[in-house]
Structures are given as C-alpha cells and as structure tokens.
T-cell receptor, first 114, second 114 residues
Framework: GNSVTQMEGPVTLSEEAFLTINCTYT??????LFWYVQYPGEGLQLLLK?????DKGSNKGFEATYRKETTSFHLEKGSVQVSDSAVYFC?????????????FGKGTRLHILP | DVKVTQSSRYLVKRTGEKVFLECVQD?????MFWYRQDPGLGLRLIYF???????EKGDIPEGYSVSREKKERFSLILESASTNQTSMYLC?????????????FGPGTRLTVL
C-alpha cells in the first residue's frame, strides 16, 4: 500500500544552520509529493510540491526534489530562521483514482534557537 | 485565496454530550475532509466527502458521523463525546479536479472532553 515515512523529531538547530528533514515513500504508480507546514496554533498549509520524478519544489528558501530511484522527497533549507519553527509534514497523493486520499507522514517538529 | 473556516478554535464539552464541529469553505471545492491530530500519531482521517450528501469512512470513523447537506459545509458529529476524543480536529478541502489535489486546511478546533 501507499505510505510515507519521515524522520522523527524534534529537530533542534541554531539559527542559520542547514536543515534536512528526510522523507521516503512507498507508492504504486506516479504519485505527487508535498511538504506541508503547521505553525503554532494554526492549521496546515502547503509549503511546496512536486508532481513528477526529478521535479524540484521550492518556496520560502525550502527545497525538495522528487527522487523516484530512491523514493525520497527530503526537505532542505540552507539557512534556517527562528520563524521556521513549526511542524513539517511530508505527504503523498497516489493520483490513482478519485477515491484515493492524501497520505501524510507523522510530522517532524522543528525548533530553531536564536 | 481559499478560505476554510471552523466554527470554534477551542471547545470544552462533557462526557456523553453531542458535539457538532462545523467547517465551511468558500472556493466551491468538491472534496472535504475531517482529521484528528494527536501527538506522535500525526494526522488521521476520520471521514471525507466527494460530493454533497456523500460520505466515506476514513481510517478512524468509530464514534463519529458527518453531514454534508451543502457543498460548502461539512459537519463532524460526536454522537456521545468521550474523553478519548479530546484532540485537535482539522478540516480540509480540495478542488476535486483531475490531477493532484492540494488540500487546504482550516485553523483547527481543539476539543477537550471532560
């Protein structure tokens, strides 16, 4: 079946450090991949997406590349800020038929220290 | 911008009460979803709907029901609230068109059942 596995948190970094949050997936066919972010006290919002292999999604300095050969979609940012403190969710849309649902990872909490 | 609103940010109810959580979206989306979010468990899908008056069970439907009488509104009902239903409840909607279905989330309702 379809599944998403992301690294467990919390992840604690100092401001301006390099960030990687690992995400791997299992899916049949050609899924679309997403990263969502949840800031404190808010719902989830889409951070970036990639709809086919080798696509790179990017937004707010974050990037992730859809790697079909390694079934991965790792989130990276070159220099994190305190305002990036949030919970990050990797997600997969199987895109097989209308009844398929988006599959979310369990989330990774990120703390950025000033 | 798509807006998904939820009727309450915080709610406190007593065991055995009937609880209604309301969700409204303003972008004519076909699909609507209810999740609960718990620490260490990520997002779990309770129910979803792909059309008016249509509903499908998600991964954890027990103890919940839903109603979708109008396209823009999707209600989650706890028939007899229990303490293990204390959680953050998130509503989401997506366009339902061909292709990937980005989900747009409301701010969440934090429900406490005493």
């Amino acid at each position: 079946g379809n599944s998403v596995t992301q690294m467990e948190g919390p992840v604690t970094l100092s401001e301006e450090a390099f960030l990687t949050i690992n995400c791997t997936y299992t899916a049949t066919g050609y899924p679309s991949l997403f990263w969502y972010v949840q800031y404190p006290g808010e719902g989830l919002q889409l951070l970036l997406k990639a709809t086919k292999a080798d696509d790179k999604g990017s937004n707010k300095g974050f990037e992730a590349t859809y790697r079909k050969e390694t079934t991965s979609f790792h989130l990276e940012k070159g220099s994190v800020q305190v305002s990036d403190s949030a919970v990050y969710f990797c997600a997969l849309d199987p895109f097989m038929n209308r009844d398929d649902k988006i599959i979310f990872g369990k989330g990774t909490r990120l703390h950025i220290l000033p | 911008d798509v807006k998904v609103t939820q009727s309450s940010r915080y709610l406190v109810k007593r065991t055995g009460e009937k609880v209604f959580l309301e969700c409204v979206q303003d972008m004519d989306h076909e699909n609507m979803f209810w999740y609960r979010q718990d620490p260490g468990l990520g997002l779990r899908l309770i129910y979803f709907s792909y059309d008016v008056k249509m509903k499908e069970k998600g991964d954890i439907p027990e103890g919940y029901s839903v109603s979708r009488e109008k396209k823009e509104r999707f209600s989650l009902i706890l028939e007899s609230a229990s303490t293990n239903q204390t959680s953050m409840y998130l509503c989401a909607s997506s366009p339902g068109t061909e292709g990937y279905n980005e989900q747009f989330f409301g701010p969440g309702t934090r429900l406490t059942v005493l």
